[in-house]
């Protein structure tokens, strides 16, 4: 005869986000909570007997509500608080809760660059006589919690959106740009475009992904002479806003659901 | 001065999934698909003016509606569909469509087995005079449109999920099973467990996840005697409802949402 | 005062590959060996003494030595081998030994088909009146164990390959086709033209990556009619020899390093 | 009829690394190179001729011998002499070479920090009445130019590894900690076990990886008493010697190969 051994259930890779507004700046919290339970549930395995099985999908919606309630800078709390109240269901034994917080590092007072797998690149193309040179940056992972808006923008019946006037705007910036003439100091040439994409995605107020990212280019061309042209990949990495209302919860407006998939694509190059 | 380049916008990776019923069984269709339009829509990134900006939100949902009618077993069909539909819109000049179908091969009438990376473990740990000796298998990816259900379960204030007599039900099987004592033909044993699985996940009619995986477990135990125990984790990868109502389509309850986090995350083991 | 608490060491991720002649048609092991040792090596840790400490990269060159030596069909009696051989080292109390498998399903003598992810493409571009359409594969892996060469090419002072009559040849396939006319069922086309590739892989001698690539082709533009030029992205999958003498191991010529980085790249389009 | 369209080939991710040696501190360089070659290689692919193939093992070998000769902080030069030296062999008409430098912060005269994707990791399991809580880091990227040595480990037939006075270090530092007293101030305490991880891995000779870790764990047990044990993964992320000899280069004993696989696997935990 076979028995049931050890056994857990929970719910693995809830993203939440929460922007803490500040006198002196934004902080800027991006959590993944895993959760598992243990508890009094042979039956649910053995009988298929849910009464006593949480459903994961209230696990999620525990993270979001309590994310509102009590999310901090300290995050051991919050995860205390998620296992807390989950142990303290009926039936629950056990409840383990671990949060994963990725690091943004503030360079503004709303701005933040992302841990991120930041590579420069050059390339050059020989082609029988002649060399094109370009050089380029990719991964490079900036949010900002305020300074872009989107709205105005054509309905249909099949348009859901609403109009936002400000929202958070986090991209992974990939950008190649071409050299007319190859400059002295390339290394420096490189850092001092990267820091002008930098200043302009932090600095300029942007009414789209399109429209900040015209910014950051012809700002690029604006500073560095011997770049011909620029060509930029622009994911936009949604931040969406959080219905709390359907859980009871009256929502402040500074928790959203981060969504890896799908994601806005825009694509772009500014020429002189 | 500058001026703009080449451009487009669009959304990449909008996931969707349909049943299609069949008296013969079930066909099963798993699509990603990406947008790329290009447009007269200079003044967007020039200006900050979205008058002529189609959201990429929009497109996603132009994706769920049109999977509920117009996608079939032909693809390039649906590509096609999107493509014009979009392109219909003042100011598109061209609508880059690709869709993207994973592999899904249909093992009984309505149990598919998926593109995956499927292998084969084997572990020996010797410490000191003996051995234990584990097999096992990572990456089967199994998935039935029918024959699964989830009700019942406690509800508290943050329960929003609703009681379901069927749905889709879809995993990603590891299975680590300890041998008591090694068989003779380790290789025929571990195909004999390989399709106890399977034959258990698309044979049995569960309750959950649980139920699934405690079924599934208990038969391998009664399939193999030198088996002492097998250990599962079982991600739920859930296929959720799309509500079509705010796009204005009546859904048929046959599109879903696949999403890849959060995903509920059951582990039990079984043992004589 | 701190004190050393549990402990291991070892190699993680160790790829071997190998092939089994055999009268009716070849088998073929792609294991990845991960190894944890436990022992007598405190001192290591706390006073930088490595008299006990078995190198990792020996544990490497114990899984080599044994695929030539031990691997056949029964990777639990591999996994075993691996075990004692390390844990009968001085000073090892325990040795945990685990081998993934990856799946190849054989689909004539020589020739494997391979777990994978693979994907149907469908791509249409509406631009102003007129439609182009794309169809394609992605994530096809195919090997074979026989029946490629790569000699007789050009040789620098760089050049350090010697000429191989044959060779493992393996790579994942990405096609794309353009149709002319887009077939009225456009489902059995795509089956046709993967069943032409796998044919034409499995088939036709060849002597480079590129020559296989142009017979699949026009093998493909000589099927389907509709088709009016197919493009390939092939990656040479390298299985490299295995020089086995520094460990005093006469190699049977039959145990290879599969390895992911780099890899060949080749790209071609068969046009009419 | 089908006719040879575009093509190319080449060999994508070529691994390298170099230490710049320099009295004020080392600069370090971690390239990823991707090669495509255009030319008048008709032949290979309809007839199967290699007359003109340049083998892209080749073009990985001139990368070794380019790296040690000519890679400096500018790799858009880099770059450059490897399409100017692959364009010059005959019948080649375009060497497209693309270099991805990836982004190493120095920290202190021969210390550097990799762009990572870090997280900060809190974990609460409430069980019954009482809490256990864990803190951690992942992805903590870590490199040294000097201060490790392998050396005096036992050999056997098998082992090829020669003792290394000095050597590159690196690893992805894995680290949970358990509190006996939750700190009151749980990020200024996090940010502390960090910076003490830091300073020990660059600040201390050590004689292996577990050597390293004993000292790192220590440390923090020293510097944080709320700690009562600590547990590490640490992955060695080689950087092995590259062997240019048979290039006809005499080397400088400053450039390696990255490899991803296999990877040592140290783990431990430290106690009071």
């Not at 959590?31 to 649910?44: F, H, K, P, S, Y």
């Not at 995860?79 to 994963?100: F, N, P, Y």
């Not at 701005?111 to 040179?133: H, K, P, Y």
């Not at 928790?255 to 890896?260: A, I, K």
């Amino acid at each position: 005869v076979a028995r049931l051994g050890e056994n857990r259930w929970g719910k693995t890779s809830v993203r939440v986000s929460k922007v803490h507004r500040g006198s002196g700046g934004d902080a800027f919290s991006d959590l993944t909570v895993d959760i598992a339970l243990r508890g009094a549930v042979e039956a649910a395995f053995t009988q298929g007997d849910n009464a006593g099985v949480i459903p994961t999908d209230t696990m999620k919606n525990t993270v979001y509500a309590l994310a509102e309630e009590r999310l901090g800078s300290d995050v051991e709390s919050f995860a205390s608080a998620l296992a807390h109240h989950l142990q303290a269901r009926d039936g629950v034994h056990g409840a383990d809760v671990t949060v994963a917080q990725r690091r943004w590092e503030r360079v503004t007072p709303t701005g933040f660059v992302g841990g991120s797998s930041e590579r420069r690149i050059a390339r050059v193309d020989a082609e029988d006589g002649s060399d094109r040179t370009w050089a380029g940056i990719e991964g490079l992972v900036v949010l900002k919690t305020t300074g872009s808006s989107f709205r105005d923008f054509p309905r249909d019946a099949l348009t859901t959106l609403p109009d936002k006037d400000d929202r958070i705007l986090a991209t992974t910036v990939s950008a190649r740009w071409r050299y007319g003439v190859v400059p002295a100091d390339t290394t420096s040439t490189w850092e001092r475009v990267r820091t002008v994409l930098i200043d302009r995605f932090f600095g300029d107020w942007s009414a789209s992904v399109q429209h900040q990212g015209w910014m950051m280019g012809r700002a690029v061309l604006d500073e560095v002479l011997e770049i011909t042209d620029i060509e930029f990949r622009l994911p936009n990495q949604h931040h969406l806003d959080l219905d709390l209302r359907p859980l009871g919860v009256d929502g402040s407006g500074t928790v959203f659901l981060p969504v890896s998939e799908p994601f806005g694509d825009i694509r772009l190059s500014v020429e002189r």
